[in-house]
């Protein structure tokens, strides 16, 4: 090897342990951990509480059982949901002060597309959805930047093209199982805590990341209907096996400024194991009230980040425990018919911060506990429908005692509201 990249390989180690520390908290997004509280309008009215009952083609993300409860006949979707986080980061500096950071993150977009049929006892379709969606935005003038005038930004997306197959087995119960091809996709520009340098893998797309990565999934599920009013169901969705995320961009050095071009990998980057069971009432003609619980497995998938570099010697990775907690999530909700074809919902979806406060990172929060959702739905006749809902999450407050440094702690405060719209259209 020559020694021109012998010696390159020191400042490359340096940077892929910064790496390592800065980002321990990376693979955190939108409101359970990286989980989104609910899929589709109708569950999102209704606190996303979809297990037991007829959720619309957003099942496909819920309960793919619950697709076998429609009419014969084909449903085209279409949905649109907006994230708007509300993050800041402070820290108590021993000489400057109290200084604060707002994230000009607010805004992130998530389509979807469903056509599903339902013939006979089989009900079957694809569909497509930008599954989550979230980062930070600090730009380069906030402390988080230490005066270096270099961007501090994240970005995480996934999304999931699905293949649904459901069979009602008799009049009372339903299964399903389906397969689910899996992206994922990351942007990271940020500064290493030790000063060394800053690492730049983005290509500044809002609805992509520069290391980008597929792989499989699938999910089960079932749905039993022990009378007209009291229904269950159960659902189960695996493990991703998504290849590592790869990208490129440049490791600038500090002091100095000299940018290194670098292939940058995020390896074994997953989603978790997820698994719950759900009851569905209609109490009245009327009145109907669900309740879900769902488990997340995030104590295995997100147990450690391990991040890769490589400037030009060779792959070199770094791995640093993040310890992510399971995740157990409770929803409620109901639904009131306040005339024939138009509905009101209302919910709560609650569940623990899964992040532990030592590996909080200001790039990444994932700190939302609890949201209060409110939804309508309307069908307008002629198999054209429309649903919406928001979801309000109040504020959540965290501080890492050592975000900045052994005894430097920092603060993150994190809120956001969510609006859900959906159309359907049955033929």
Known sequence: MPTAKRFDQRPMCTAIAAAVMGLVALPAAATNGMNMEAYGAKAGGMGGASFAHDSGNSAIMNNPATLGLRQEGNNLGLGLTLLMPDVNTSMNHPMAGTMNAKSDGDKYWMPSLSFIRKSGQFT????????????????????????????????VGFGRLMFPLAYNVNDNFTVAGQLDFVWASMDVQMLMPDGSGHAS???????????????????????????????????????TDIGDLQGSGTFTMLPGGMQIPTQFKVVDFQWPETYGVGVAWQATPAFMLAADVKHLGWKDSMK???????????????????????????????????APGLALRAGINYADNPVPDDTLNPLFPATIKTHY?????????????????IAIAPKVTRTN????????????????????INYNYSF
């Open 124 to 155: 079957y379709g694809a569909g497509m959805l930008a599954q989550g969606g979230m980062g930070t935005e600090y730009g380069s003038t906030s402390f988080l930047s230490n005066g270096t005038g270099l961007p501090m930004r994240s970005e």
């Open 201 to 239: 893998f983005s290509d500044n797309n809002d609805f992509s990341g520069e290391a980008k990565g597929n792989g499989w999934a699938f999910k089960l599920g079932a749905h039993y209907k022990v009378s007209n009013a009291l229904a269950f169901g159960a659902t189960y969705h695996s493990k």
């Open 304 to 338: 450690d980040f391990r991040l890769g570099m490589n400037m030009g010697g060779g792959w070199m990775v770094g791995s640093m425990p993040q310890n992510w907690k399971n995740q157990t999530v409770f929803m409620i909700g109901g639904q009131y018919m306040l």
């Open 373 to 389: 959702t409110l939804g309508l739905g309307w069908n307008m006749g002629g198999g054209h429908a429309v649903a919406g809902s």
């Open 401 to 420: 005692p050592n975000m900045f440094g052994p005894g430097m702690a920092g603060t993150v405060s994190h809120r956001q509201n969510t609006l859900r």
